[in-house]
């Protein structure tokens, strides 16, 4: 047994915090979280891992990113989503045919997700087999653990980027079969979005999806643009939510990564084929898509996690996503008069973290009878305060300028990976 000695700051669910100052966590020898203690017992028959006067919180989830956008993070800013694409993105995936150039850039990637305290992702890959996989092992190397998926993209890509219907069926089923020897990273259907995707091919990866047991990620209802496009190519189907469901991928733990234009009725409907939402603050305000109504989808019991979305946003340290994710409440708070409040800095940590564990089955912030997944965050090179800060307070400071830095150790499915 172990035990990890601290101030235990986390959120079991939205809009709660618990602080336990001089707490501490207890760890079987496989590192499955056993109890949380209120007070750490002055003798203990466990080997002590004494965090001093660190802060112990649970780790980050980031539930949408591009890993092969990592290199164009800070680019392409001033264009809209469809333009962005067809402009940066498409060209910057078609780079990961080359595994050398793609090794180099994963490896980085994985590194700075791990040390900056993410330790679970829902990723997408590009649409090439050999570049997923050296992705997936990188992940793996570093501690990162999660979903990742060969993105599947048979039209409107332009000639850069292509690959045909029998190509994305074919290198899926190559890629699923080499996924088997991955222990922490797990594959997850991806159809890009439904513009990038022919009926035939959607359909195949619907029925696959049945037949394995898979998950699916995507994009949903992100630019008013986008949502224009998919009415034209599904005239059948009255909102952007039923091109997935007519399909088979539309259902319980499906990711929709932004739903910044998901009126009620498309709310409603993930809500109840159990849909969760990855909300992208930063991307949002990047490419101008809009300011998704996050106060009413937690109010309407919606699922909703939070993605970094690499390279539409532009910051990779999830608690950056969190404090950007605060603020743009806040401009959606201002615009509806108050109407919609605005998130608190307990509830958007509650999405960043809890929220995300919680899609991987993990409940309740720290999850007991799981594997550990924790940060420790040493605040003493912040600015000295002018008076003794509550535990609270400290934890809304590490929130708003933790960086590397001042993360000090990280364990990721019960393995301390980092310090
Ligand atoms: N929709 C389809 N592809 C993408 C992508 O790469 N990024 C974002 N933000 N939206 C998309
Ligand atoms: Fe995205």
């Not at 056993?34 to 980050?60: M, R």
């Not at 912040?382 to 809304?396: D, H, I, N």
Request: aromatic share 8%; glycine share 8%.
């Amino acid at each position: 047994m172990k035990l990890i000695k601290g101030n235990v700051v986390y959120s079991p669910r939205c809009g709660e915090l618990v602080t336990l100052p001089h707490g501490a966590l207890a760890l079987s020898d496989d590192g499955v979280l056993t109890e949380i203690l209120p007070a750490a017992p002055e003798k203990a028959d466990a080997e002590v891992i004494d965090c001093g006067d660190a802060l112990i919180l649970p780790s980050f989830v980031d539930m949408h990113l591009h890993a092969p956008q990592y290199p164009m993070v800070g680019l392409g800013m001033d264009l809209p989503l469809i333009d962005w694409l067809n402009t940066y993105t498409f060209k910057n995936e078609a780079r990961f045919a080359d595994l050398d150039f793609a090794r180099r850039t994963y490896r980085r990637l994985a590194d700075d997700l791990i040390t900056g305290g993410t330790t679970r992702v829902c990723m997408f890959s590009s649409l090439h087999t050999d570049a997923t996989l050296v992705l997936m092992e990188e992940l793996e190397r570093a501690g990162v653990t999660g979903y990742v998926g060969k993105v599947n993209m048979d039209r409107n890509s332009g000639d850069v980027l292509h690959e045909t219907t029998e190509e994305s069926k074919r290198e899926t089923l190559r890629w699923l079969d080499a996924c088997g020897d991955f222990r922490y990273v797990k594959p997850i259907l991806t159809p890009r979005f439904t513009p990038s995707c022919t009926d035939e091919l959607m359909a195949w990866l619907g029925r696959l999806a049945e037949e394995r047991g898979l998950y699916v990620q995507s994009h949903l209802s992100e630019n008013l643009g986008e949502i224009a496009w998919v009415r034209e190519l599904h005239p059948d189907c009255p909102q952007y939510w039923e091109t997935y469901a007519k399909y088979g991928l539309w259902k319980d733990h499906t990711v929709m990564a932004h739903c910044v234009h998901s009126d009620e009725r498309e709310r409603e409907a993930m809500l109840r084929h159990g849909v969760t939402v990855a909300h992208c603050a930063d991307s949002n305000i990047n490419i101008c898509s809009g300011v998704a109504p996050v106060r009413l989808m937690l109010d309407e019991g919606l699922s909703v996690t939070l993605g970094s979305d690499i390279a539409g946003g532009a910051m990779l340290a999830m608690n950056r996503v969190v404090t950007t994710t605060i603020r743009v409440s806040k401009l959606r708070a201002m615009k509806t008069d108050g109407k919609d409040g605005f998130l608190t800095v307990d509830e958007a940590f509650c999405l960043g973290t809890t929220a995300g564990h919680r899609w991987f089955g993990a409940d309740g912030g720290f999850a007991v009878g799981k594997p550990l997944h924790a940060i420790v965050v040493d605040d003493g090179g912040f600015a000295e305060p002018v008076r003794e800060l509550t535990l609270r307070e400290r934890f809304e400071r590490c929130v708003y300028l933790m960086d590397k830095s001042a993360i000090r150790a990280v364990w990721s499915e019960g393995r301390r990976v980092v310090g």
